[in-house]
């Protein structure tokens, strides 16, 4: 029989429950004002202990334990925490996905986990159903909301509050399994990252040391996990109205509203929620004198929204930009300042986006370009000097070793280095003489000429600089190794089409890095990945720039 575990971060929860048992810990919207804002409730730490017991009682009692690989389709509210912290209490592995991915594509995902425990809002079941062989391997259920025609439990008959304490459970090891994750697939295939006890909790640090170890107060948190991690430091977690799959329809009046009504210190947000936000701050200017702290994260920020938050927000607000993926949040991260002491117009001359230092405790080595596996770092140069490009590297507390699936991934994205495992992110990039990490662009969208390999961030920064540019992004013509470059660019709403390409072939002349590119080709709107709407999809630019370049042949 397998020893009962649990993840002992929970432990700190659980002392804010007993020490300040009605301090806020969830503030969500329910229904509207009469003025027609979002009016909000809220749940208490004592009360998100004992609902989140009485989850774990069930659970139990239901067969899931240690290790049960169960897969949560909840919506951001006081269910999905209490879900969340349930199953942590007992050493259960959740198992999350980005809805925004398509439900066939989702379903293929979570086809590989063969999942034993399944918890979903209606729609999630209702997709379990539909295709029931891909969840073969599922007999627990749980439903969140009203049960439809499938039978089992809904999470509303459970009750908040447990019949008794929880069993005595002792913590689980750092190299155990906690949660799996996927990637997006915005950028190549959706793998499952398998995230340890020990990862997780070195998330926990790291997010608590980038506010330079000061409690959180209260947060405004548009990105789940962050929500978690918050409320294992004692945070008041706001919600506003979101739709996961959609977060860049978040209406930017409610967020200020929600950041106004309840003194908002620390906001947790995509650049999807935040342009549209300094776009409404700007028409509508209002002060925000409690926010002091402003993370961005999900997607790339533009440095003009960062530099548009330095204007609307206090003067000692700091913002953040944060780099990250699945299998490694954070990596780095660059506050506002010193981003635009001067750093902006490195990009726009060619170096690439300054993404900053390396997070606490993380290390990052760069690998030589290549698309091989790279089993061990024996034998194994890192690009040296002043912009040497290569892979970016990561290894560190919070940085997952490995992929449940697919097996492959493991090959192709890993590196030994005698116990400690590296992660390898796909990103192109080089390290300054100060230790901060220039980001250049993904590996697999690289433009390799003739004369070379051209790296897409530090290209498009050339030209985004450009007037009438909204964005533009490089894509390669042609066979890798003769690839023709070419520039597609998406307007700005009413720029001169003639005036703007004049000066985008100016452009081309005055910095060698984009000197090879002589084709301009104007898209009137980019396709991007559903949730963040930054995600350019150059692979789909590529085929839609082949058939304009060979159509002017």
């Known amino acids: 029989m397998s020893t009962a575990t649990y993840w002992q971060p929970i432990d700190g929860f659980r002392r804010f429950a007993a020490a300040e048992p009605d301090r806020a810990a969830v503030i969500y919207p329910d229904g509207t004002t009469a003025a027609g804002t979002p009016d909000y409730r809220r749940i208490t730490y004592r009360e998100l202990d004992r609902w989140s017991d009485t989850i774990a ?19 951001p509210s006081p269910e999905l925490y209490a879900i969340l912290f349930g199953l942590l209490k007992i050493g259960a592995v959740p198992v999350v996905i980005d809805p925004g991915m398509g439900v066939r594509r989702m379903v293929h995902c979570l086809r590989a986990v063969e999942a034993e425990a399944f918890i979903g809002i209606p729609q999630a079941h209702a997709v379990r159903v539909l295709f029931a062989r891909s969840f073969r391997q599922v007999r627990t259920t749980l439903t969140v909301g009203r049960r439809w025609f499938w039978g089992g439990p809904a999470l509303r008959d459970w009750g908040r509050n447990p019949a008794g304490p929880l069993p005595e459970r002792v913590p689980a090891a750092p190299e155990d399994l906690l949660i799996i994750g996927f990637t997006t697939g915005s950028t190549g295939p959706a793998k499952a990252v398998e995230l340890t006890h020990g990862n997780l909790a070195a998330m926990v640090e790291q997010v608590h040391a980038a506010r330079g170890n000061t409690p959180p107060d ?21 919600l506003p109205p979101l739709i996961p799959s959609k977060v860049g329809s978040t209406d930017p009046a409610q967020v200020v509203d929600a950041i106004r009504t309840f003194g908002v210190r620390t906001l947790f ?19 925000l004198s409690t926010v002091a702290s402003v993370f961005s994260g999900g997607a790339p920020v533009p440095d003009w929204c960062v530099a548009g938050l330095r204007e609307v927000l206090g003067p ?26 001067g750093l902006v117009e490195r990009a726009r001359r060619g170096e690439g986006t300054c993404i900053g230092r390396p997070a606490d405790r993380v290390e990052v080595r760069l690998l030589p370009v290549t698309d091989d596996p790279v089993p ?3 034998g194994v140069e890192s690009p040296r000097g002043p912009g040497a490009v290569g892979e970016i590297v990561v290894a560190g507390p919070n940085v997952s070793t490995r992929y449940y699936w697919p097996a492959a991934a493991n090959a192709a994205g890993k590196i030994a280095d005698g116990d400690r495992i590296w992660h390898r992110t796909g990103d192109l990039g080089w390290i300054d003489e100060q230790g901060r990490i220039w980001f250049c662009g993904r590996k697999s969208q690289r433009v390799r000429t003739a004369r070379g390999p051209m790296f897409t961030v530090q290209v498009e920064q050339v030209f985004n600089a450009v007037d009438g540019v909204a964005r533009s992004a490089l894509v390669g013509v042609g066979s890798p190794g003769a690839q023709r470059p070419v520039l597609c660019v998406e ?63």
């Not at 918050?230 to 706001?238: E, H, N, Q, T």
């Not at 995509?270 to 549209?276: T, Y």
């Open 57 to 75: 009682e069930q659970l139990t009692a239901a067969g899931v334990g240690s290790g049960t690989r169960t897969i949560v389709l909840v919506l």
């Open 218 to 238: 209260t947060s405004l948190i548009t990105l789940p996990l962050v929500g978690v991690l918050d409320l294992l430091l004692g945070s008041r977690c706001v």
């Open 269 to 287: 947000a995509s650049p999807a929620v935040l342009i549209p936000l300094l776009a409404h701050l700007r028409a509508h200017p209002v002060e």
């Open 316 to 341: 000692d607000a700091e913002i953040y930009a944060g780099y990250g993926s699945t299998e490694a949040l954070p990596m780095s991260t660059i506050e506002s300042r010193e981003l635009l002491d």
């Open 376 to 378: 061990t770092w024996d």
């Open 491 to 553: 307007l700005e709403p009413g720029a001169d089409r003639t005036a703007t390409l004049t000066r985008l072939r100016t452009r081309a002349t005055e910095f060698e890095t984009v000197e090879p590119i002589t084709e301009f080709l104007v898209h009137p709107r980019f396709p991007v990945d559903i949730r963040h709407n930054a995600k350019i999809g150059r692979e789909q630019l590529a085929r839609w720039a082949t058939k304009q370049v060979e159509a002017k042949r």
